[in-house]
């Protein structure tokens, strides 16, 4: 009787419980955990994406007790010949391109801004993200509000205040400036989200890169172009690619402020496949446009991926 | 051993007689689009729905509004589903297209009691619910749009269109004699009416030789006209010129309105002086559209006997009547002599607009006849197209649109 003995009675019982453990490691077990989410993903986006395909080759009656038709490709035959569908299209590239562009330099230029802060840097964050999380609903009305016609909305008041325009202008009555309100809030609602993403990325880069670099006798320009720059390249290409393909799902905005109109020449793509599937009832023509939309959105980004994501160039720090 | 029987003779009671209670109640959804910042919808939660219960204890009536604006689109795909409404107030341009979706329940065969409840309404509004030969709703209410002017800036209201067309001379600047929001067909048929223009034949079989005849246009060139001219506001082109706003401010002198103005503006500007006359008339006469809602049962309805007996309800002489205190103008032709209306200080004007109104044009495609008309005449009050140009592409998409292609 004596220690060794009991370190062995010790071990004797510890190698069976270890043995016990194994059944928990099994193959399936990780299976067993995935496949909640596996069924949600399954049932509410596999299965839609796939039945939408379905409806697409149909003249789709929404009513129970109608009869839709078979219809093949013709849903994307006038689609393709539906020079709205295309106008629509175009406004949704161009909606895409500005805003994208306008919410990166702004949105970077923040993040630069808000970096510099040595104090309230977190009240400065949270102010320009705030939009981000709003409601499209509650800042499309404001937009409404600041762009009313006549001399009750702010900027016709202001812009008139300070001489840029001697008569107020009808914002929403002709499509160009229509486009004015509509590019502003995409820019001014997303500009948050993109500098925190560069702020973090900043955030990130070592400040004795600056300092060398300074010491090497860089003006702040030439820092920001060769070193902030290339550093935070592929934060630059996750912004654009992913806001690419937010802004080409542009909806919300455009049908609460133009409604797609005057004459449907502010249409972008969903807002125009919305009033075909429920304002005249072509569901399966909505389908159609919607898919047509879907392949273009893939396209565009594998290309950007291909073009902007060519490993080998990133700088290691 | 007592204690226990008495004890679970009360359980027992708690857990039967609700259960029992339960079994009898219904519960109908009414969908609406009763305005929810004016008096009506108050009037129908606080005072016409618990006298209908009070009435049927057995029908509890849910009462849930919408805003008009996607309220086609909320029936439409509720209908898709096979749920929500039992009873809908529908408004009256939408009666043939949802009957001919087989959304609405044929009332004319279904109710015992329709042709009673038929007889009693003005045959307008009435006409309205028939789809193919048979009734698919009751008229609920009735409105028309006529000239509301501001005394103040527009002393005389003018008679006709050539009068309001001469005062377009004395306007000052940053004032408009006249407003609407857009060239859809509630704003601008009344002119083409009242020009002696239509958008088809009686028989509603053609467009070409109406939409695109020669007073027609010269109604649409009329208006494009006033707006060029700064007579009448850019809120013809969809500005979003707040028109009400504009005609409190005293810089819209007139717009056309239906009875539905003037509760709100007793509630907000209950000191404003407010001139109503007849729309300005033309060759066609002083002619307005004719608005209103019905009231129509879903044809998927879990309940189709409460629901119709909310349907009786709504053309009894106390339902019209409060809603008429509202705003919502009568559909019962009895209830005219009523001491109400006899005294009433302005739904005598409605009333007498009424019988030179006109309806929009009752048809399945009559959304997308609206598009086109509206689009058409959008083109010429831009100056993007001559009025004959536009109107003649219109009739032969209408005429299409009649075919049923």
Not at chain 1, 286 to 313: D, E, H, M, P, W
Not at chain 2, 199 to 218: C, R, S
């Amino acid at each position: 009787m004596g220690t060794n003995t009991t370190i062995a009675a010790a071990r004797r019982q510890r190698t069976p419980s270890r043995d016990r453990a194994k059944p928990y490691y099994r193959w399936y077990v990780p299976y067993v955990f995935l496949i909640p989410g596996l069924v949600l993903y399954l049932l509410w986006t596999v299965y839609p994406l796939f039945y939408q395909l379905y409806i697409s080759f149909f003249d789709w009656k929404i009513i129970p007790g109608q009869e839709s038709t078979f219809v093949g490709f013709a849903n994307y035959q006038t689609a393709f010949a539906d020079k709205t569908f295309w106008l629509a299209m175009s406004n949704t590239v161009t909606y895409a391109i500005i805003t994208v562009i306008g919410q990166m330099i702004a949105g970077f230029a923040v993040a630069v801004l808000v970096n510099r802060v040595l104090v309230g840097r977190r009240f400065f964050r949270t102010v320009y993200y705030l939009p981000v999380v709003t409601s499209w609903v509650v800042v499309s009305f404001l937009f409404i509000y600041l762009f009313s016609p006549g001399n009750s909305g702010l900027i016709n008041y202001i812009l008139t205040q300070i001489g840029v325009i001697k008569e107020p202008i009808s914002w929403m009555a002709n499509s160009s400036t229509a486009w004015v309100a509509i590019y502003s809030l995409g820019i001014w609602k997303g500009l948050g989200w993109s500098m925190v993403i560069f702020l973090a990325a900043l955030q990130g880069i070592p400040a004795e890169l600056y300092e060398a670099a300074a010491i090497d006798g860089t003006n702040e320009w030439q820092r920001l172009l060769h070193i902030t720059m290339p550093l935070i390249r592929r934060t630059i290409l996750f912004v654009f690619v992913a806001l690419m393909i937010g802004g080409f799902q542009v909806f919300l905005s455009v049908l609460l402020i133009t409604g797609g109109g005057p004459l449907h020449r502010t249409e972008v793509a969903l807002t125009y496949m919305f009033d075909r599937s429920f304002g005249q009832l072509k569901f399966g023509y909505g389908a159609a446009l919607s898919y047509i939309l879907a392949v273009v959105i893939v396209v565009v980004s594998v290309t950007q991926t291909r073009l902007f994501g060519r490993r080998g160039q990133d700088v290691e720090y | 051993m007592k204690t226990k029987l008495v004890l679970s003779v009360i359980v027992l009671l708690f857990i039967v007689v609700p259960a029992t209670l339960a079994q009898d109640v219904v519960t109908i959804k009414f969908w609406h689009t009763y305005n929810e910042v004016s008096p009506e919808n108050q009037t129908l939660t606080d005072t016409l729905i618990p006298m209908f219960e009070a009435a049927h204890p057995n029908i509890k009536v849910e009462s849930v509004p919408y805003p008009y604006d996607g309220f086609r689109q909320a029936l439409l795909t509720a209908a898709a589903g096979g749920e929500g409404a039992d009873v809908v107030r529908l408004d009256i341009i939408w009666s043939p297209e949802f009957a001919a979706q087989g959304i609405l329940m044929n009332l004319s065969e279904k109710m015992s009691d329709f042709q009673q409840y038929a007889d009693a309404v003005f045959p307008g509004p009435l006409s309205t619910n028939a789809y193919d030969g048979a009734y698919y709703g009751l008229p609920l209410d009735t409105n028309t749009r006529v000239l509301v002017y501001n005394p103040a800036v527009m002393p005389e209201p003018p008679k006709t269109i050539d009068e309001l067309a001469a005062m377009c001379a004395d306007l000052p600047e940053g004032s408009f004699l006249f407003s609407d929001g857009g060239t859809y067909g509630w704003a601008i048929l009344p002119w083409i009416w009242s020009f002696g223009g239509d958008v088809t034949d009686p028989e509603i079989a053609m467009a070409t030789g109406y939409v695109n005849g020669e007073k027609t246009v010269a109604a649409v060139q009329f208006i494009a006209d006033m707006v060029k001219d700064g007579c009448f506001s850019d809120g013809f082109i969809g500005s979003g010129l707040d028109t009400w706003g504009g005609y409190f401010g005293g810089t819209i002198y007139s717009m056309l309105e239906g009875p539905w103005f003037y509760p709100t503006q007793e509630s907000q500007y209950p000191d404003f002086k407010v001139g109503a006359a007849l729309m300005p008339a033309g060759e066609g006469g002083p002619v307005s559209v004719v608005g209103g809602e019905n009231i129509v049962v879903s044809a998927s309805s879990a309940h189709p006997d409460e629901a119709m007996e909310f349907v009786r309800f709504t053309q009894s002489e106390e339902y019209q009547l409060e809603m008429s205190k509202v705003g919502q103008l009568t559909v019962l032709s009895s209830l005219l002599k009523n001491e109400y209306f006899v005294n009433h200080p302005y739904y005598g004007i409605f009333l007498e607009q009424l019988q030179t109104a006109k309806a929009r044009t009752p048809h399945p495609a009559y959304t997308q006849i609206e598009t086109v008309l509206g689009d058409a005449a959008q083109l010429v009050l831009r100056g993007e197209m001559s009025a004959q140009e536009a109107m003649d592409a219109a009739a032969e998409e209408i005429d299409a649109l009649l075919a049923g292609s």
